[in-house]
Every structure is written in structure tokens, then in C-alpha cells.
């Protein structure tokens, strides 16, 4: 018995002593429990560290603020290809280091903009940062615990284009605290050491992060180490949030597979323009941020990183807040890809648009009503669904039957609405052969095109003869078109669509095109009944005779 004693006694006497508090945090690219936002949040803290390093050669950031003093010109981190380490000097030092760190990096302007400055190499306008702000505001920061908001909503603008046009207006809710500017605290303990406890992790850090079973909550909640969760913190400037409209945004996350690359290509990333900052869907602002990269990289010839797209939208199940409703990954950007985007942006802009405000005042006959011109953006919807097709490595016109079909959430009307405002640039589009895999697709197209042609200059000889356009022929030409989509649009089989087409060429007349160019047009319909079917549908929208409205023409028959 009393050996058993002494052995208890001894064994108790030899517990492990704990391990002395660390004087550095090291973190690697890609180490274990890594994620993609993980390594985007790395690349983040990379940028940031050397933007202190290049305000401070400049003059531009004094030694008070720096989070550990520099041994000469040498600073107080090492930034490898793959690697991160912070020295913190002393253990102690710890929390004074990351203070100050998340001070520099985490900031609001006096104008209530959240201004991350490791985003950017000169400190954009204030417009850009409002955008951008409302897209961290439905991303990363939109829990009402992770952000305080003014309830007023401010305004700034973007400086006129000098066209004699009033300027884009941008409101934005004035920010006066986020969660990210108090992180350092749950780094450390109560002696200002780096703590080696997991940390819990939240949606403001990681969005779409969150606890499984509110009943199991100590169960059910992720957790990383420090070397995992700081990284985390500088997700938010490693990765970029736009906002598509005031409910829906996207999030891109880049690929980081170099560090010392990473922190060139983030700041070349970031928009700078109304138009940049002016998304469609998550795909369009990835393809959009590739291409920006791209031409900002010319020169240098590096290739261009892929990323992944995340939309994030209101739910059924959780409509007060925006949940991560898909993820689309957009593959390192290859020319072919980047190309046709780059077309597709320039053929399907976004246009900015005067609208003319009423305001009231006073009533009865003191009265008065003022008129003010007010700037808007209004984007493509061609160019969002071709570039979902160019990221899933599909036919970028793929899947067009959607917008003769299908209504826009956005505005609650049908996209065929919308398609007349295109008609020019997706005409352009069509007649470049860059755009086109196979002869047989533009063919296909181009037929479409003229028996249409021939079929509304039928119509009005038929009609008016050598009369003047009258209305009777306006008539019958919107009934051939609408005949013309259902036709297309009703088709569900591979006999359907052959049969609309044949139809339409076999009332169109004499076809020149169709008649040179058959042994090409026939194997495009027999392949994928689909596609073809699309096909038709886009050279409908696309139609740009002196009937449609346009100063285009395609056939001298359209009288």
C-alpha cells in the first residue's frame, strides 16, 4: 500500500512542466487545416505587412506605430514564398505586436469608410471604398454584433467621366467599429502572450462558417490554432466582396500558391473605376478581376490566379441573413477564356445611365415640383450567363434559352425585356470570329439571320408593297418574332428544334448562306440539339436589320 502511495506521489511529482510562452508565431501556406480562404487570409497579412514596410521607407508611417521596431532596415517578420513568421521580441511583446498590427490594417477614414490598405498601392476614392465597403457589409461583416452602422445612409460619387453628365452616386451606411479591429485580444492571455488555445471561429472571419446545433454549441463550433486563425483575420483583405445589388454579393477567394507573387497580384486585383466595381454575378467578377490582372501584368507575362467564386443571398429558411448559396471555382485564367471575356466586357459594357428624379414640395397651387438628373448603373444580363459558361469551360453561349424564358429576381420582369438594349453589342459578338469554336456555329447563326431577313421583307410586300411602314407591318413582324421564340424556346427535344429551324428556312426563300454553307450548319444541329437550339435563340436576339430598330443592317432584303 505504501508503494503504491510513493509511486502516486512520484508520478504527480513528475508532471510536465508548461511550455514557455513562444517570442515568435510562425504560419505556413500550406500547412495542415489550410482552407482557400485560409491561404487568401495569409496572402492578406503578406500584403500588409509590406505596405508598413514601404509607408515606413517612405516617411510615411512613424516607429510609434510600427508593431515591432526595425533592426535597422530590416523588420521585424520574415515573408517567405510559403511562410509567415512574426518576432515578437519577448514573449510579452505579443499583444502589443498584433495591436498595433490590426491598428494599421483594420481602419475607418473620418467619412465612416472601412479602409484596408494592404488592398491597394495608393488609397483609392472614396466611392471605390463605399462599394466595396457594401460588399464587405453583406460578406464578412454583415451580423449586426460583427459592425456598427449609422442608420442614415451617406452618399459619395465618382468623379464625372467630363461628358457633361452628372456623376455615379454611391450611399453607403457610416461604419464607426467592426469586430476585426479588437482581434488581437483573443490572441493573447492576461500576461500579453501569444495563447496556444483554438480559437472559435465565426462567420466575420471565415463567411459561411457557422455553428452547427445552437444545443451543441461547444460541440458543433470550428476552432483554429493562432497560426490558422490569424490568417483568418486578414481574410478581409486577402479576398475581394462586391456587391452585386443591395441583397445579393459575390466573394472571391484567390488562389495563393505563392506568397511573394500573391502580394503583387492583390493590389493589381482591386478595382478602381464605377465600372469595375460593378459586378453581374460571382463569375462575372472573377473573369473581371482575371482580366484586370492580366492587363495590369503584361508586361511582366506571369500567369493569372485562379479563385473561387462564392455568391451569397438571402435563403427561405434564413432571409435576414445573406448565406453562401454557391461556390463556383474559376480556374487559373487562360488566354483563350480571358479573351473572350475581355471581348464579351467590351461588346456587353455596363452603361451608365441618366435618370431624371421628381421632388415635391408645398401643396395645392404653392406647389412647386423640381426635376434633377441622377447617374445609374445598368449592367448586361447576356454577359453574366456567358461568363458562367466560360468558368465551367462550356460554350459561352450555352444555356441562352434562360433569358427568353425566365423572369429577373432583380426586377421582376422577363430578361427578353432586356435583351433589346443589347441587340448591337451581342450583333458584334456573333460577327467575330474569335468568339466561334467551329465554322458551323457562326454559319448556323448567319442563316438564322437571313432567313429572317427574307421572312420580314416578305412580310412587308406582302403588307405595304410600295407603301411607306405601316403599323399592319410592325405588327405582323413582332407576331413572326414572338411565333419565331416560342417556337425555339418551346423545343425540348432534338425533332423540335430540327423542325422549328427547318421551318424558318423553308419559309425564309432563297438562303444564301444555309445554301453555301450546309455541310457545315448540318453537323452543329445533329451534335447537341441544345446548343442549336440556343443558337437560333441568340441569332434572334442578336438580329440587327432596319426592322429591329437598329441603324445595323443585315440584309438588303429587309425592306
Not at 19 to 41: E, K
Not at 318 to 326: E, F, I, T
Not at 370 to 399: K, Q
Amino acid at each position: 500500500m505504501a508503494k503504491r502511495m510513493n509511486g502516486a506521489a512520484a508520478a504527480k511529482g513528475n508532471k510536465p512542466a508548461k511550455p514557455l510562452p513562444l517570442d515568435h508565431l510562425t504560419m505556413n501556406l500550406f500547412g495542415p487545416g489550410m482552407t482557400a480562404v485560409h491561404r487568401a487570409g495569409l496572402g492578406g497579412l503578406a500584403c500588409t505587412l509590406r505596405t508598413i514596410e514601404s509607408q515606413y521607407e517612405a516617411g510615411l508611417l512613424s516607429k510609434a506605430k510600427l508593431p515591432a521596431p526595425f533592426n535597422g532596415d530590416a523588420p521585424p517578420w520574415d515573408i517567405a514564398a510559403s511562410s509567415i513568421k512574426l518576432r515578437f521580441g519577448k514573449p510579452e511583446n505579443a499583444h502589443e505586436f498584433l495591436k498595433k498590427l490590426f491598428a494599421f490594417a483594420f481602419a475607418i477614414r473620418k467619412d465612416g469608410l472601412i479602409f484596408l490598405p494592404g488592398q491597394f498601392n495608393v488609397e483609392p476614392s472614396a466611392a471605390v471604398l463605399a462599394d466595396l465597403q457594401n460588399g464587405l457589409i453583406l460578406t464578412f461583416l454583415q451580423h449586426n454584433q460583427a459592425r456598427e452602422l449609422a442608420k442614415e445612409r451617406a452618399t459619395t460619387s465618382y468623379d464625372s467621366q467630363g461628358d457633361g453628365l452628372p456623376s455615379v452616386i454611391v450611399e453607403y451606411r457610416k461604419c464607426s467599429w467592426f469586430k476585426h479591429q479588437d482581434g488581437a485580444e483573443m490572441f493573447v492571455d492576461k500576461y500579453g502572450c501569444l495563447t496556444r488555445k483554438s480559437i472559435g471561429v465565426g462567420g466575420p472571419l471565415s463567411p459561411g462558417t457557422a455553428v452547427r446545433h445552437v444545443a451543441f454549441t461547444g460541440d458543433t463550433t470550428a476552432e483554429d490554432p493562432p497560426e490558422r486563425m490569424l490568417p483568418l483575420f486578414f481574410a478581409l483583405v486577402g479576398c475581394l466582396p462586391l456587391p452585386v445589388n443591395r441583397g445579393v454579393a459575390a466573394l472571391l477567394v484567390p488562389e495563393v500558391e505563392s506568397l511573394t507573387d500573391f502580394v503583387i497580384d492583390r493590389q493589381l486585383m482591386s478595382p478602381s473605376t464605377a465600372q469595375e466595381c460593378q459586378i453581374a454575378n460571382a463569375a462575372d467578377a472573377a473573369l473581371q478581376a482575371q482580366v484586370r490582372l492580366r492587363g495590369k501584368k503584361a508586361i511582366a507575362g506571369s500567369a493569372v490566379p485562379g479563385c473561387y467564386a462564392m455568391t451569397f443571398a438571402p435563403t427561405a429558411w434564413a432571409s435576414q441573413q445573406k448565406s453562401r448559396v454557391a461556390t463556383l471555382h474559376v480556374p487559373r485564367g487562360e488566354d483563350k477564356t480571358l479573351d473572350r471575356f475581355a471581348r464579351a466586357l467590351s461588346y456587353l459594357p455596363l452603361r451608365i445611365v441618366p435618370h431624371t428624379v421628381k421632388k415635391s414640395a408645398g401643396r395645392g397651387k404653392q406647389k412647386k415640383t423640381t426635376e434633377r438628373t441622377e447617374m445609374f448603373r445598368s449592367d448586361s444580363v447576356v454577359r453574366p450567363l456567358i461568363a458562367e459558361n466560360l468558368a465551367l469551360g462550356e460554350a459561352w453561349y450555352a444555356g441562352f434559352v434562360k433569358l427568353v424564358t425566365r423572369t429577373n429576381p432583380a426586377t421582376g420582369k422577363p430578361y427578353r425585356n432586356q435583351l433589346g438594349f443589347e441587340r448591337k453589342g451581342l450583333h458584334s459578338m456573333i460577327s467575330d470570329a474569335t468568339m466561334w469554336d467551329q465554322e458551323g456555329e457562326k454559319l448556323l447563326v448567319q442563316a438564322v439571320h437571313a432567313a429572317i431577313s427574307n421572312s420580314l421583307g416578305r412580310i412587308r410586300d406582302e403588307t405595304d408593297g410600295s407603301k411607306p411602314l405601316s403599323q399592319a407591318t410592325k405588327n405582323r413582324w413582332n407576331r413572326f418574332r414572338e411565333k419565331l421564340r416560342l417556337n425555339l424556346a418551346g423545343a425540348k427535344t432534338e425533332s423540335h428544334v430540327r423542325f422549328a429551324l427547318m421551318d424558318l428556312f423553308s419559309r425564309g426563300g432563297n438562303n444564301g448562306v444555309l445554301r453555301s454553307g450546309w455541310q457545315d450548319v448540318l453537323p452543329v444541329i445533329r451534335k447537341d440539339w441544345q446548343l442549336a437550339r440556343d443558337l437560333g435563340l441568340l441569332a434572334l436576339a442578336s438580329y440587327a436589320g432596319r426592322d429591329s430598330g437598329d441603324d445595323l443592317s443585315v440584309d438588303a432584303t429587309a425592306k
